[in-house]
């Protein structure tokens, strides 16, 4: 099954719920600022975008300066994951996974892309 990490506030993140609609491969959202990832979940995540976890941070949200990541970041790995699963508005969207792999819409065509080559077959 295809997950959606999804932000309706986003413009990225409604392109990319209608590319996976118009692509009638099954899906399910997860609105990951009401329902967080643990960290569990987001570790494996960034496995599967083969990603460290400052490649997906949001640094022009308001509270990456409220928390002053950019002169104080976290040292590990484990201190990012918790920072963005504490913070979920830092993490990059959308986030699309099937489970094995991974891809961030931006641009959204990069959904459509990882559907044909990973995505769907992979689910």
Known sequence: MITLYHNSRCSKSRAALEILEQSKTPFEVVEYLKTPPTEAMLDQLLTQLQFNPEQ????????????????????????????????????????????????????????????????????
């Open 56 to 123: 997906i941070v949001r640094t022009g949200e308001d509270e990456y300066e409220t928390l002053n990541l950019e002169s104080k970041p976290p040292k590990t790995r484990k201190d990012w994951i918790k920072t963005l699963v504490a913070h979920p508005i830092l993490i990059e969207r959308p986030i699309v996974t099937n489970g094995k792999t991974a891809v961030v819409g931006r641009p959204p065509e990069k959904i459509t892309e990882w559907l044909k080559t990973k995505g769907a077959s992979h689910a």
